[in-house]
């Protein structure tokens, strides 16, 4: 089992559309959770973090975290082509010393105009 | 935001031959970096994560010798692959944590893209 599985996809939604990208974790122990959006090419570019249960909300992104179901979420609402790119799910404990970030394969978003 | 400069942002070099790779914290002490790699469609891959004036940490299956890690400043570290093989080229990203900085926040580099011929 993956340590951070995400759905490859592509998820494909219209301009305007909500699009929702969903996150699972193995280590329960995981306490840091980080959605980075990273265009082709580019290093990834932090959107979002979240260390409690329930949503966090910035602009047109929420993150919903549940750590008794081991997953985080990243709603992206009015999405824009701009938001075509790779969305990357990463989490990180915080009482080993280890402050290095798993990451999962990521879901690549296309915006369709 | 804190900026980090990694440089080059691609290279093409030759089988055998070694490459330097400099990740720069711009404003703020790096108290430390890591080296993460990521081949086509594929996620990061931590490789080693390294302390300011102490040796480099890798994680399982990468070879040190091959590469190596230095974090000599607070504000510089540098990846040398040695020896570099086709099946070493690949998108390197270095990324730094630093005191004051936001809790786990993390600041990427620019990657660099290693094709070795």
């Known amino acids: 089992q993956k340590e951070v599985e995400q759905n490859s996809g592509p998820l494909s939604v219209p301009e305007g559309a909500i699009a929702s990208l969903n996150c699972t974790y193995s280590d329960r122990g995981s306490q840091s959770f980080f959605w980075y959006r990273q265009y082709s090419g580019k290093s990834p570019e932090l959107i979002m973090s979240?260390?409690?249960?329930g949503d966090k909300e910035d602009g047109r992104f929420t993150a919903q975290l549940n750590k008794a179901s081991q997953y985080v979420s990243l709603l992206i609402r009015d999405s824009q082509p701009s938001d075509s790119a790779t969305y990357l799910c990463a989490v990180s404990r915080m009482d080993t010393g280890r402050r290095a970030l798993t990451f999962g394969s990521g879901t690549r978003l296309q915006v369709q105009p | 935001g804190a900026v980090v400069s990694q440089h080059p942002s691609r290279v093409i070099c030759k089988s055998g031959t070694s490459v330097k790779i400099e990740c720069r914290s711009l404003?703020?002490?790096?108290?430390?970096m890591f080296w993460y790699r990521q081949f086509p469609k594929k996620s990061l891959m931590l490789m080693a994560t390294?302390?300011?004036?102490?040796?480099?940490?890798?994680e399982q299956g990468v070879e040190k010798d091959k590469f190596l890690i230095n974090h000599a400043s607070l504000t510089l570290s540098t990846l040398t692959v040695t020896s570099a093989h086709p099946e070493d080229s690949s998108f390197y990203i270095c990324?730094?944590?630093?005191?004051?900085?936001?809790?786990?926040?993390?600041?990427f580099g620019s990657g660099t893209q290693l094709s070795v011929l």
């Open positions: 990324s730094a944590k630093g005191q004051g900085v936001s809790r786990e926040k993390l600041f």
């Open positions: 979240i260390y409690s249960n």
């Open positions: 390294s302390n300011e004036g102490s040796k480099a940490t890798y």
């Open positions: 404003d703020f002490q790096a108290t430390t």
